[in-house]
């Protein structure tokens, strides 16, 4: 049987294992190991099951993975999203769209905190659905800026997404978290103007807030002061090169920490909830590494990867057709699949065929990465609109659905330009190679 | 026959729910290692030797000491779409098969992981820099994996005697 055809009935044993409700992980593990049975016997599988745990977890550059996780937990349990959302609201809350203009810049701010965007759709939706509901805002469009807004926690940094790319793709986990702040920032900018747009054409849609004196729009800053801090010394310190990514994991993790015991935020039960909510998800994304290392083995030893190369190589069709191809690609994918197991799934066998298009590495890290937060929001398990659905249950899911549709689009605008222009992605990256 | 069972079930459970414990312990130490390390390195010019080889087995405990619980906790990645379309009968055969695949492999990974352990000790390797024996460690991702399989393994009884046991109600 020609490897590709044992490749295909892999995919086949995988996807419907996966369909079965087996955890991704363990459905890596088993159709892993079996490919390899096939193609290498059973010795050389059953090797391979023995050294593979401990080789795929024991990687230095990973350490950085719980460490970010645990700077996130610390930041969320300490209440830093409410202090954001306290000052971007006094700051700009009376701007027509105000409040969802106020989340949205929360939002993007509590991303250079935490990795995880469903934290951060999770907390911005609990402190400001209410408040644009009271100021009666339409809330298609309210709903659809914190779902949207929660996305771009794994576009700036830190990101689990780009860590877990950076491992995938051997690239350096420093230059694609540096990489993600520019896009990031476009991406945000974005979604501002749809809403101030939008509220400007038709006022209704979001009503203007109260304005504040200046006194206390300055006071309201004096709680954020100390994560902006941590956020340069980690980033910064990643930047000039004075970090490992592991290293800045942990000076977040502990400054984050630090800041919440200082300012008497973080009781005991919050640093065991934070401890206990990082070792979790620690333990499912490295289980799931585990199975995707087997599962690449399996692959490798096909043939899998070069063949297809050199298949999508021979047809010389323009690279930018091809990409919009695998971009096209995602999006279906990203409407049924767990953002994660997509990532893993996919990023192995289209990498090589990207970088070998000529396209730069990082700068695929940060397209994929949007394409992820892409997939949070589209229907039917877009899990960021769920996580506002539980927020909001008299909000019908379809209206949050479409509430999320211009800011989609502004994904995938952010895609176009980044495409004409990858060095709104890289110009950051390269200054780092130079120092 | 099914109470020595549930015995043994929360005897299991229990250990993962400990091991959880020490995970997160282990999670709280590699925080402190890392900042000791960069605030000796930086300030002090004495960084903590081994920081690097430290952290990777850290990580490698935490991992497998943990991922039962997670397991129990049902907090792995999981596609419902098709699985929520299934019939309750359905939906049990189907959960058997997959956690009986799961086992056997897991269990397969058992053995061989601590056969690989054991072999590292009779070659006495050691971790780089460090020079510590690197078995244990593979026995501590032995028996995160031993755990992992008799998770499996109860909640295959429990689809069959109680499904309500299979797993935590309310994560805790």
């Known amino acids: 049987m020609p490897p590709w055809v044992i490749v295909l009935i892999g995919f086949l044993v995988f996807f419907l294992l996966v369909f079965l409700r087996m955890p991704f992980g363990f459905a890596f593990v088993f159709t892993g190991f079996m490919g390899l049975v096939y193609l290498k016997g059973l010795n ?22 719980p460490l970010f996780i645990l700077m996130g937990q610390f ?97 350096s986990i420093g230059r694609l978290f540096i990489a993600g702040i520019l896009p990031g920032l476009l991406l945000s900018g974005l979604f501002c103007l749809w809403i101030l747009f939008s509220c400007i054409r ?52 502990f400054g984050a920490f630090a800041l919440g015991v200082f300012r008497r ?46 298949w999508v190589l021979s047809l010389h069709w323009s690279r930018y057709f091809l990409l919009s191809l695998i971009i096209f690609l995602y999006i279906p994918m990203g409407m049924f699949m767990d953002t994660l197991a997509m990532l893993l799934l996919t990023v192995p066998i289209f990498f090589p065929i990207i970088t070998s298009l000529g396209f730069d590495p990082i700068w695929f890290g940060v397209i994929i990465v949007i394409l992820v937060e892409a997939a949070l929001l589209t229907p039917p398990v877009g899990m960021n609109c769920f996580v506002i659905s539980k927020i909001t249950p008299d909000v019908p899911l379809s209206r949050i659905f479409r509430g999320i549709i211009p800011f989609f689009v502004m994904m995938l605008v952010t895609i176009v330009i980044l495409t004409f222009f990858p060095e709104i992605a890289l110009y950051l990256p390269r200054l780092m190679m130079k120092g | ?35 000791a390390d960069v605030i000796g390195r930086y300030l002090f010019n004495r960084p903590i030797f081994g920081t690097l080889e430290m952290s990777e ?38 959960n058997i098969i997959t956690r009986l695949m799961a086992f056997s492999i897991f269990s397969l990974m058992v053995w061989k992981v601590t056969e690989k352990a054991f072999y590292f000790k009779e070659t006495n390797r050691l971790i780089p820099s460090l020079l510590w024996p690197i078995y244990p460690f593979m026995l501590f991702v032995s028996f995160g994996l031993i755990l992992i399989s008799l998770e499996l393994l109860i909640q295959i009884v429990y689809l069959f005697k109680d499904p309500k046991q299979v797993i935590s109600e309310g994560g805790n």
């Open chain 1, 44 to 65: 050389a599988a059953l090797a391979a099951l023995g050294t593979i745990p401990y080789s795929a977890v024991a990687i230095y550059v990973m350490v950085a993975l």
């Open chain 1, 75 to 171: 930041a969320f349990n300490s209440g830093i999203s409410r202090d954001l959302y306290d000052a971007t609201y006094k700051l700009i809350g009376r701007a027509p769209g105000g409040i969802a203009l106020a989340t949205n810049l929360a939002c993007t701010a509590f991303a250079a905190c935490t990795g995880s965007s469903l934290a951060s759709a999770a907390t911005m939706g609990i402190i400001a659905l209410p408040e644009m509901k009271k100021r009666g805002y339409d809330m298609e469009l309210a709903t659809g800026c914190v779902a949207a807004g929660g996305t771009l926690g794994i576009l700036i940094p830190p990101s689990t997404m780009f860590i877990i790319y950076g491992y995938l793709t051997e690239q």
């Open chain 1, 202 to 253: 038709n006022p209704k849609l979001g009503p203007p807030g109260p304005s504040f004196p200046l006194q206390e729009t300055l006071s309201s800053l004096k709680g954020i002061w100390g994560m902006l801090a941590l956020f340069i010394l980690v980033i910064g310190g990643l930047y000039v090169g004075i970090f490992t990514p592991s290293e800045a994991g942990g000076v977040g993790a």
């Open chain 1, 265 to 310: 935020r973080l009781s005991w039960d919050a640093f065991v909830a934070s401890l206990k909510e990082t070792t979790i998800n620690t333990c499912f994304i490295l289980i799931l590494l585990v199975g995707v290392s087997l599962f690449n083995a399996f692959l490798v030893h096909a043939g899998f990867t070069k063949i297809l190369q050199d």
């Open chain 2, 1 to 35: 026959m099914v109470s020595l069972f549930s015995h043994f079930a929360k005897m299991v459970r229990m250990a993962s729910k400990i091991l959880m414990a020490i995970s997160q312990g282990l999670l709280a130490i590699l925080m402190f290692l890392s900042i």
């Open chain 2, 57 to 94: 087995v850290l990580l490698v405990s935490i991992v497998f000491f943990g991922s039962a619980y997670t397991l129990y906790l049902d907090k792995q990645i999981t596609m419902e779409l098709l699985y929520n379309r299934l019939s309750p009968s359905a939906k049990k055969t189907v």
